[in-house]
């Protein structure tokens, strides 16, 4: 049996009933991310590598052993709906290369470091208020992690503005966090609590994303406070 994202623990009963057990397809080198959001998590906290573990499922939260691992870097741009998606293709060749190998008794189990364990908790809605205390290279952490769901926001004015896609950048500004100092056709460089995070695709309430240069057509927003 073989399970992914699955988000309920299996009872024993289930377990043992197939003759090679259940095989869990979990989006992280484990026992780096256990839990709900590998992706996401592991995107938050800045990462530079992750990958996929075929795990042999127990009664605990992505705790069974280890049974083969394959790992892949964290593009700097990437966000948590590219990352899945290249994961998902990984995960796809990796359950094909254990399962055939199940058979001939040549893998070799791994027993997890619980020590070495951290929780991927699911994702929160209010996890995507972005704060603009923050350092920009926080900031632009939250907009990858938080694409496609549930996206990066802040306000502006009485506006929610959606950010998809921003980058950062290595300026500095005596102007207050939340500031747009500048809008231009490469995008909206708002000052952050330690350089700038600049937006290169938002979008506004009840619109569809688009990029800031279609923004700043329609819409003045330098000097601006977002919140």
């Not at 989006?27 to 780096?32: E, F, G, H, M, T």
């Not at 207050?176 to 100092?181: D, E, K, S």
């Given at each position: 049996m073989v399970v992914v994202a699955y988000g309920l623990i299996l009872p024993a009963a289930i377990l043992e009933m197939p003759t090679y057990g259940c095989l869990n397809i979990h989006?992280?080198?484990?026992?780096?991310w256990r839990g709900a959001a590998p992706i996401q998590r592991a995107i938050l906290a800045g990462d530079s590598k992750t990958g996929v573990?075929?795990?042999q499922m127990n009664e605990g939260l992505d705790t069974g052993d280890m049974?083969?691992?394959v790992e892949t870097d964290i593009q700097p741009q990437e966000n948590a709906g590219s990352l899945h998606d290249r994961l998902a293709l990984?995960?796809?060749e990796?359950?094909?290369a254990v399962v055939s190998r199940l058979q001939s008794g040549d893998l070799q189990a791994e027993r997890q470091d619980d020590d070495q364990a951290c929780y991927a908790n699911k994702l929160d809605k209010a996890e995507a208020r972005l704060d603009w205390q923050q350092p920009a290279e926080l900031l632009d952490r939250q907009v990858r992690a938080f694409n496609p769901w549930p996206v990066a926001q802040c306000q502006w004015g009485e506006k929610t503005l959606r950010v998809w896609q921003a980058?950062?950048?290595a300026v500095s500004s005596s102007a207050?966090?939340?500031?747009?100092?500048n809008a231009s056709k490469q995008g909206l460089d708002v000052v952050t609590g330690e350089g700038c995070l600049r937006l290169l695709q938002i979008q506004l309430p009840g619109g569809k994303p688009m990029p800031t240069e279609a923004?700043?057509?329609a819409h003045t927003i330098a000097g601006d406070q977002l919140d």
């Open positions: 989006a992280s080198i484990l026992p780096r573990t075929i795990m049974l083969f691992k990984l995960g796809a990796a359950i094909v980058e950062t950048l207050a966090a939340g500031t747009v100092i923004f700043i057509n």
